[in-house]
């Protein structure tokens, strides 16, 4: 099976604009996580989707939003760009039944913001 | 709350040598454990996890973790450490209602002699 996949890898943006980022899960899985990795706050939880739903959020501000399409592929959109925004991000995938289930990550995008 | 402590930020330890990473948690309901590595640039790979049943656990590339209840925690160890175990690693924590959802540490960076 293909594992998680994430475009683009790198995105360099300015400050005021808005950026897309793409997640293709492993097929079958129905449940798709996003993070945010940054060098001063760690990995933290943007929100997740399971069947075109989302179930949880974390505490961003609004300007960061998801969805999740039918195939289960998901889209994370950041407007407004700030230079904090500047992190990987990094979308994760499972089947999404059970609560003890392992992540499967992506190997992110890079987002850079000037 | 939900949270997981890695005390160590930084690691050095000599090729050949043993290595014990730490991780405490604090969860309100019954925590699934996961450990995670991390190349530079890349995204997290799952080294093992502990659901339930026997309290160590036994993952992939020679790691085994043990689960310690009493003491809320979940260390990682490797009795010979090779060069290219060189990474970043994050103890991860999740259950109860947060499906998708998982609680990272900080991360503990391993750095390897030759």
């Known amino acids: 099976k293909a594992g998680v996949t994430q475009t683009p890898r790198y995105l360099i943006k300015t400050r005021g604009q808005q950026v897309t980022l793409s997640c293709s899960p492993i097929?079958?899985?129905?449940?798709v996580s996003w993070y945010q990795q940054t060098p001063g706050q760690g990995l933290q939880f943007l929100f997740e989707y399971f069947s075109e739903t989302q179930r949880n959020k974390g505490n961003f501000p609004g300007r960061f939003s998801g969805r999740q399409f039918s195939n289960s592929r998901s889209e994370m959109n950041v407007s407004t760009l700030e230079l904090g925004d500047s992190a990987l991000y990094l979308c994760?995938?499972?089947?999404?039944?059970?609560?003890?289930?392992?992540?499967?990550f992506g190997s992110g995008t890079q987002l850079s913001v000037l | 709350a939900q949270s997981v402590t890695q005390p160590d930020i930084h690691i050095t330890v000599s090729e050949g040598a043993s290595l014990e990473l730490r991780c405490n948690y604090s969860?309100?309901?019954?925590?699934?454990l996961f450990w995670y590595v991390q190349s530079p640039g890349q995204g997290l790979q799952l080294l093992l996890k502990y659901f339930s049943g026997d309290t160590l656990v036994q993952g992939i590339k020679g790691f085994e973790a043990e689960f310690k209840r009493s003491q809320s925690s979940f260390n990682l160890r490797k009795p010979s450490v090779h060069w290219s175990d060189a990474a970043e690693y994050f103890c991860?924590?999740?259950?109860?209602?947060?499906?998708?959802?998982?609680?990272f540490g900080r991360g503990t960076q391993l750095t390897v002699w030759p």
């Open positions: 994760a995938s499972s089947p999404g039944q059970a609560t003890n289930e392992k992540l499967f």
């Open positions: 097929s079958g899985h129905r449940s």
């Open positions: 991860a924590v999740g259950g109860g209602s947060t499906l998708g959802r998982l609680y």
């Open positions: 969860y309100g309901a019954t925590p699934y």
